[in-house]
């Protein structure tokens, strides 16, 4: 029986997407992908689909996009459905899943590695560092998805916790107030732009330069917005998992033999 698989492109970098994303996009008889994030050149190595078989979701009503994988799907082709990063982060795949359970057609979700991840790499840094913070915080601005009261940033900002801002570069300046409500100014920020893409730019400053640097830099999307002490690498030189420590290996070591 031909499916739907909701596939996670990564951050853009064509290297980055999945043997089990690349195999069931040669699997694919028609290819749905969301052109204003994810590059065609991420996937289109791995089909031979004719171009009129490979759709641009970006126009799209989510009900035009549903008729193009019914069409597909009765025809007995499968469909790989792109989304850029992981689609269980600000994918927007929820409401599409509804639509296949309310048709009766199978799908299923393949992980891509995210934005979050990737800029993460890029900086080289740990988002839970010993002694520091164990926590991360994924959240947004609101826009024309609201954002609960309770998880204003302002709100979120009271954990001190690492957080990981999306989809609010264009924002700047109402995410700096709000994140120094409780933050101190000094707080390290990185802006990590288009992770993953040919023209990546990670920009580092301290919390209250933020707006200012995302406007020397002109960035308005495309951005993610990382605020934490774990930023600063040389600032947390000392910072030391327990997972490496002498007294906990030994142990380690030694229950194993018992």
Same mark, same amino acid.
């Given at each position: 029986?031909?499916?739907?698989?909701?596939?996670?492109?990564? @951050?853009?970098?064509?290297?980055?997407?999945?043997?089990?994303?690349?195999?069931?996009?040669?699997? !694919?008889?028609?290819?749905?992908?969301?052109?204003?994030?994810?590059? @065609? #050149?991420?996937?289109?190595?791995?089909?031979?689909?004719?171009?009129?078989?490979?759709?641009?979701?970006? @126009?799209?009503?989510?009900?035009?996009?549903?008729?193009?994988?019914?069409?597909?799907?009765?025809?007995? #082709?499968?469909? &790989?459905?792109?989304?850029?990063?992981?689609?269980?982060?600000?994918?927007?795949?929820?409401?599409? $899943?509804?639509?296949?359970?309310?048709?009766?057609?199978?799908?299923?979700?393949?992980?891509?590695?995210?934005?979050? $991840?990737?800029?993460?790499?890029?900086?080289?840094?740990?988002?839970?560092?010993?002694?520091?913070?164990?926590?991360?915080?994924?959240?947004?601005?609101?826009?024309?998805?609201?954002?609960?009261? !309770?998880?204003?940033?302002?709100?979120?900002?009271?954990?001190?916790?690492?957080?990981?801002?999306?989809?609010?570069?264009?924002? &700047?300046?109402?995410?700096?107030?709000?994140?120094?409500?409780?933050?101190?100014?000094?707080?390290?920020?990185?802006?990590?732009?288009?992770?993953?893409?040919?023209?990546?730019?990670?920009?580092?400053?301290?919390?209250?330069?933020?707006?200012?640097?995302?406007?020397? #830099?002109?960035?308005?999307?495309?951005?993610?917005?990382?605020?934490?002490?774990?930023?600063?690498?040389?600032?947390?030189?000392?910072?030391?998992?327990?997972?490496?420590?002498?007294?906990?290996?030994?142990?380690?070591?030694?229950?194993?033999? #018992?």
């Amino acid at each position: 029986m031909p499916k739907v698989s909701f596939i996670g492109a990564g @951050p853009g970098d064509p290297e980055l997407l999945t043997l089990k994303a690349v195999a069931r996009i040669r699997d !694919a008889g028609l290819i749905l992908y969301a052109g204003s994030l994810v590059p @065609p #050149e991420a996937f289109r190595p791995h089909t031979a689909l004719p171009e009129e078989k490979i759709i641009n979701s970006a @126009p799209l009503t989510l009900e035009e996009t549903h008729a193009h994988i019914t069409g597909a799907i009765a025809r007995g #082709e499968n469909v &790989a459905r792109i989304h850029t990063g992981d689609p269980s982060l600000y994918g927007a795949i929820n409401e599409q $899943m509804n639509l296949l359970d309310a048709d009766g057609i199978d799908y299923e979700v393949i992980p891509g590695i995210s934005s979050a $991840m990737a800029a993460a790499a890029a900086l080289k840094i740990e988002y839970t560092s010993p002694g520091v913070t164990q926590t991360v915080i994924f959240t947004r601005m609101a826009g024309k998805t609201p954002v609960p009261e !309770a998880e204003r940033l302002a709100a979120l900002a009271g954990h001190g916790a690492t957080m990981v801002i999306f989809l609010s570069a264009g924002k &700047a300046r109402e995410v700096e107030r709000e994140l120094l409500a409780h933050y101190p100014p000094d707080t390290p920020v990185a802006i990590a732009y288009r992770v993953g893409w040919p023209d990546e730019a990670c920009h580092r400053t301290r919390l209250d330069r933020l707006a200012d640097t995302v406007a020397r #830099e002109k960035i308005s999307r495309q951005a993610l917005i990382i605020v934490g002490r774990v930023v600063d690498r040389q600032a947390l030189r000392d910072a030391r998992s327990r997972l490496y420590d002498a007294s906990y290996a030994h142990g380690y070591r030694g229950s194993r033999h #018992e």
